[in-house]
């Protein structure tokens, strides 16, 4: 685990430490680097005619632009180049004795000076629907005594802020409020002074009157600090935060509505959609997926491919039905589009159709009574995420506006993060296991910062808001340190291709962490022959590369995949490793092929070892997802690992490919936590692949290879 001594001679040194210098240092215990990036630098420098070690002092390394190697920074499986957490004999006097090195894909945010929000524009304050009707307060300023929770409070000045901060002072007897203003109608007649209102229950729960002039919100305290200029590019909207770098890192949670934990594995926090667009209302139909790559069903040529022309349409002739038993075997020049598995997609009103023809609603329906009452100022910052149909995974949408009279909202992009689609239902439905309209929240609005633990960053004014955990949190503002996450990945090595790969490296008892999300603008594809769509970044990357060692790395709290081992990968080996609190899956080993033929050009992982590892706790964010994901590979060794707590399947291997694999020893439980399908072992092959044999090869595993072709999904819906 993180810390373990590096194996083997050490050989070439290049040290690293917090202390040291990159315009100064040399690299040496004496003079060495600061940064990770500045000893990469070294190591392609280096001659590599024996072992070269990289050894960082215990210490969180910023990389918010990931620590990317090459085939220059590799060596030879006898003479690698490793990396490593220095060991204790030959640290510099004063760093400490224990802890490891941790990459870090953020930027750091330290020394902010926090300060209550007060009445700011930014405090949580809400001007829309009240907590209660106007007959509700009407009753109850008639019966002067309290009444479902509701009562009225002394706020001076009859101000929002007087009425907020009376509702505080009752403590858990008073969880949200609404302030009536003089003149507000009520029973028949304009109010003569302000009226406060304090509810009980907790969570606001408005109803679906509309108060135009009422303020409203909860007694959640606001803290807010400006970040100063510079420190973080313009690019980084800070949609994930992490506090205390060292030791388990900890997240907050983006503001959203309903509140919620990320963590829970039930459907709690989260309200029921009431459909999908078009419906009469909008009448616009739907946009066919962008960047979706169209291939001619008898010759592979590519007929189009990128975002679809607004309000534009692509259509080519589907290929023929008949089954594939009716073409030809051991030929991979044609490609055959088949009903069935990942070639399905959402629904269009007609029926499932094949991906090139693939529709996702272009906004959705909510019910009023359940959504957030408040106005948002901006809803393009929103973001939907939402279960798919039959809670077999999840999308995640951008937001392109809300239409509070219609209750609705339009989406800009997004809606592939799951292969199978299925529709957006009404809330009277009934349909689905758990009944009733899909499973949503929304997340990224100011105007639902009010939970503990949220935040909310606004770009434009630079400033971060939050709400503190609890006291003992917000006493310690000042001196907490804030990560932003910002790469994907932390660590990446890529080669230059499949003939020149990336080889010869170890990566020895250091931490990774701190990567971002991708889940929501991330390029999805759905690889063949199962019904699971996936990313192909995370934290942790390697990309034709062959001769590598993962040896006690630790991937904690990425915001998407952990370890991702993709195309050309050979000789890998990745023991004694943990992956936790993973945005989405822990391990994905998954390789790519070239329309039907998967043979031709190797692109795919074989000969890759994953043991005496733990993966856990993963699918924060996507829920199809597992400890481990196996596609379009050979030859690849699962044993003796602990998997557990998953939204699906715990091991997914996702098609026949190949074969060969070697999955023993295993122990797999708590998984399938909150979705509707698989077990702790899936293996699907719902679109089967032509068979064939690649020309002049030998069947290592079997006499007919499956040949598969990768189904590219959409990153954005069409403008």
Known sequence: MPGRPPAGPLGAEIYVSPGGSDGSGDGSRARPFRTPTRAAEAVAAAPKDGPVSVLLDPAVYAVPD?????????????????????????????SGAGGSAVLSGAYRLAGLTWREAGDSPRAPIFRGRAAASPDEVAGLLAA???????????????????????CASRG???????????????????????????RSSGEWAP?????????????????????????????????????????????????????????????????????????????????????????DSATGTRLSSGPTPAGGTLRVDAPPSEPLAHYP??????????????????????????????????GMFYQN?????????????????????????????????????????????????????????????????????????????????????????????????????????????NSTEFWAPAASPVLGVRGAGHSSPASGMAF????????????????????????????????????????????????????????VITDTATGINVTGCSVSDAGETGIIIVGTSALMDAYTVPTQPRRVTVERSHVHHVGRVGKQAAPI????????????????????????????????HTVQGNLVFNVVQSTWDHGPFNSVRKAPPEACTRPGARATHRADRACAAAVPLSRQLAP
């Not at 220059?72 to 006097?93: C, I, K, M, Y």
């Not at 690019?235 to 963590?263: E, I, Q």
């Not at 929240?441 to 639902?448: A, L, S």
Request: hydrophobic share 40%.
């Open 369 to 477: 009574d359940t959504f957030t009452p408040r106005s948002w100022s901006d809803p393009t910052e929103a973001r939907v995420t939402m279960y798919q149909t039959d809670t077999w995974g999840n999308w995640g949408f951008t937001v392109s506006g809300r239409d509070e009279a219609h209750r609705s909202m339009g989406f800009a992009g997004g809606g592939f993060q799951e292969a199978r689609g299925g529709g957006i239902k009404e809330a009277k439905s009934g349909s689905g296991p758990e009944g009733g309209g899909n499973r949503f929240f929304v997340d990224g609005v100011r105007e639902e910062l009010d939970g503990p633990g949220e935040f909310y960053f606004d770009r434009e004014a630079g400033v971060l808001q939050l709400v503190p955990l609890d006291a003992a949190f917000a006493a310690a503002l």
């Open 66 to 94: 990931g620590l990317l190697l090459g085939p220059q920074h590799g060596g030879s499986a006898a003479a690698p180049v490793t990396w490593t957490t220095t060991p204790a004999s030959l640290r510099e006097v004063g």
């Open 207 to 295: 109803t679906a009157t509309q108060a135009d002039g009422v303020a409203c919100g909860t007694v959640s305290r606001v803290f807010e600090a400006r970040v100063a200029p510079g420190t973080l590019p313009a690019s980084v909207a800070v949609r994930s935060l992490y506090f205390n770098g060292t030791g388990a890192p900890r997240r907050l949670t983006l503001a959203r509505f309903p509140n919620g934990n990320d963590t829970d594995p039930s459907l709690a926090g989260y309200v029921q959609a009431d459909g999908g667009w078009p419906k009469s209302l909008h009448g616009t139909g739907s946009v066919v997926a962008a960047n979706t790559t169209v291939l």
């Open 172 to 198: 858990d007897d008073c969880r949200s409020w609404s302030l009536w203003p003089r003149g507000a109608a009520l029973g028949g007649r304009p109010l003569g002074s302000a009226v406060c209102v304090g």
């Open 144 to 166: 002067g005594v309290p009444a479902r929770g509701l009562s009225v409070l002394a706020a001076p000045g009859g101000t929002a802020a007087a009425c907020r901060d009376a």
């Open 629 to 660: 994901f196996l596609g379009i590979a050979e030859a690849i060794t699962v044993r003796d690992n602990v998997f557990h707590s998953g939204p699906r399947a715990g091991i997914n291997v996702n098609d026949p490919h190949g074969g060969g």
């Open 329 to 362: 075997k051991g030929s991979c020049a044609t490609f055959l589009a088949v009903r069935g598995g990942s070639l399905e997609r959402f629904e269009t009103g007609s029926g499932l159709v094949p991906f090139w023809d693939s529709a996702v609603c272009k």
């Open 508 to 563: 020895r008892g250091i931490g990774v962490t701190h990567s971002a999300e991708g889940f929501y603008d991330g390029v999805y594809e759905a690889p063949p022959g199962g019904d699971w769509a996936l990313t192909r970044t995370g934290a942790v990357v390697l990309r034709n590369v062959a001769d590598v060692v993962l040896d006690g790395v630790v991937v904690e709290s990425p915001g998407g995949n952990g370890i």
